[in-house]
């Protein structure tokens, strides 16, 4: 594998050391499928296109992070719940399992290590990230995905139903959410040893727009912090996590879940989080992926992220990427624009 310093540079962000170029992460999935002309849903069949699109596309837009095609409603299949699968976007649960105790009682997990458990799982996540390995010939990063552990809950008991919950029985979620985290966790560590080199997990139901801070401390945090820890234990990697939406009071915690890097959503405000991470933990973002990266001129993206690398990434740190995932539909010149502003910042 050709050593080009994407790793490098992205340890240096890490390590809140300034470099030559700013990192940068395209934040894509299912965009690279898009841009290659294919189906999401022949990228899911087929884990050498889904490696391939998204080699070429990480490559293409100058990103040092690669995601092959990954559909984070996969897993839910496999445990036998009712997901649709359009041909092009990601599934999409049509009916929540977990109704009381004796459902959550009743929960069995697959074993990701055993394919006949999970096809749609081995097919889509394991076979991707292990041809994504294959095929790559430059050092960027590799990344699994899954739904942090009370955004996994929320699909088993649906989200609305579990956040009433919260208020009417809250030692059931706490079971729910204490018993889906070793689950999440087995699924990282079969990504990483797939080919996945650093843990990416995403988990929109922890946003403040949905919890207060006071129920993530209570909820979400005890088993974020199982499945972190977990996982570096079994393989040292870095971890990598997003939250959507409303995040500033919760990022001074994110130290203490040990948490790498932690990805905001764009409607953040950027000095704000830079000023809440303390330097304490490095911190990625937030392009409006809607306005700039779908919607915008290369020139209007620049100028975002010089602003953002401005506020956030001149003492190292920072990670440039989408507040959120990149739009299907995104021009690759947009994304591209980000990636180049990563390195020509520099050069001013």
């Not at 897993?75 to 004796?102: S, T």
Request: proline residues 6%; contains cysteine.
């Amino acid at each position: 594998m050709k050593d080009a310093g994407h790793r490098e540079c992205i340890r240096a962000a890490l390590d809140h050391e300034t470099a030559d170029r700013t990192p940068v992460n395209n934040f894509a999935l299912v965009t690279a499928a898009r841009s290659a002309g294919f189906t999401v849903e022949t990228a899911r069949k087929d884990p050498k296109i889904s490696a391939k699109v998204s080699i070429d596309y990480s490559l293409k837009t100058l990103s040092d992070f690669v995601k092959p095609v990954l559909d984070s409603q996969v897993p839910f299949a496999d445990l036998g719940m009712n997901v649709r699968f359009p041909e092009d976007d990601y599934g999409y649960i049509k009916e929540h399992p977990v109704k009381d105790m004796e459902g959550i009682d009743d929960l069995a997990f697959f074993d990701p290590n055993v394919a006949k458990e999970c096809p749609m799982f081995t097919q889509v996540i394991v076979n991707g990230l292990e041809e994504t390995s294959r095929m790559l010939e430059e050092d960027l990063h590799i990344c699994g995905l899954s739904w942090g552990p009370i955004t996994t809950a929320g699909y088993l008991m649906g989200t609305e139903d579990m956040l009433m919950m919260t208020m009417m029985e809250p030692d059931m979620v706490k079971k729910l959410v204490g018993k889906v985290a070793p689950f999440v966790t087995s699924m990282q560590n079969k990504m990483i040893d797939s080919g996945a080199t650093v843990m990416w997990m995403a988990d929109p139901t922890s946003s403040g727009d949905l919890i207060s801070p006071t129920s993530f401390k209570e909820y979400s945090y005890p088993a974020l912090k199982e499945v972190i820890s977990d996982v570096k234990t079994e393989h040292g990697v870095q971890s990598f996590l997003h939250i959507c939406g409303n995040s500033l009071e919760i990022m001074p915690l994110m130290p203490e879940l040990k948490v790498d890097c932690f990805s905001f959503d764009h409607a953040v405000d950027i000095e704000k989080a830079h000023i809440k991470a303390g330097g304490k933990v490095a911190l990625m973002g937030n392009v409006d992926p809607v306005r700039l990266i779908l919607s915008g001129s290369p020139a209007d993206i620049k100028k975002e992220c010089y602003k953002l690398i401005d506020t956030a990434g001149r003492d190292g740190g920072f990670i440039l990427a989408p507040g959120c995932e990149t739009p299907q539909a995104s021009p690759d010149e947009n994304v591209r624009a980000m990636g180049q502003s990563g390195i020509d910042y520099w050069k001013q």
